[in-house]
C-alpha cells in the first residue's frame, strides 16, 4: 500500500497466484472489507462460494450480522444498491435491495450464524477451526476461497491460538 493509498487494495496479492495469501497489516485500513467485497464480487460473476473463517466458534456468535457486509461495501458491489426492507434478529438478518447489476427485480440476501444466503444461494459458509474435525468430512464443493480472518493474535489480549492450529488449518 503506498502512502497516497488510504485502503487496503488486494489486486497485487492476487496477481502473484498464490495458494496461500496472508495480508499483516495496521488496524482499519480495510483489509477485511477489501477481501470480503472482492469474494462477494466472485460469487456474483462466477458464482465462487468462498468460507469466512474464525479461530473459535464464540467469535463467530459475536459478529453482527447486519454489519458482516456493510451498506457501503454492498453500495461498492451493487449497482444502483437501493435497500427496500431490512430486519434483524439474534437468529438472522434479512436484508430486501435492488440493484441494476442483479437479475432479479427484488434481491435477497440473508445473513444466519452460518452462512450468507444471496436470493437463495449460498454465498458464504461461516466456520470455526476449532471445529475443523466436524468439518472435514463436510463437502464444500463450490467453495473457492477460504478467508481467515484475525489470524494474529494481539498479544495484549488474553486469546490462544489452537493446539494444533496450523495442522488444523
Not at 488496524?27 to 466472485?42: D, N, V
Amino acid at each position: 500500500m503506498t502512502q497516497k493509498e488510504k485502503w487496503y487494495n488486494p489486486q497485487k496479492m492476487l496477481s502473484y497466484n498464490q495458494y496461500l495469501n496472508i495480508i499483516i497489516g495496521g488496524r482499519g485500513i480495510g483489509k477485511t472489507f477489501a477481501i470480503k467485497k472482492y469474494l462477494l464480487k466472485r460469487f456474483i460473476e462466477k458464482g465462487h462460494q468462498f468460507i469466512y473463517l474464525r479461530r473459535n466458534k464464540s467469535e463467530l456468535d459475536r459478529i453482527d450480522k447486519d454489519k458482516f457486509f456493510t451498506a457501503e461495501l454492498l453500495r461498492q458491489v451493487f449497482d444502483d444498491f437501493e435497500i427496500i426492507s431490512s430486519d434483524a434478529s439474534k437468529i438472522h438478518t434479512r436484508i430486501e435491495f435492488k440493484a441494476s447489476n442483479m437479475k432479479e427485480e427484488v434481491n435477497t440476501l440473508v445473513l444466519s450464524t452460518t452462512k450468507v444466503i444471496l436470493n437463495g444461494k449460498i454465498v458464504c459458509y461461516l466456520k470455526s477451526l476449532s471445529t475443523w474435525v466436524d468439518l472435514k468430512w463436510s463437502e464444500y464443493d463450490e467453495v473457492i476461497n477460504i478467508m481467515y480472518d484475525e489470524v494474529l493474535i494481539d498479544p495484549t489480549s488474553n486469546k490462544r491460538y489452537l493446539d494444533n492450529e496450523v495442522e488444523a488449518l
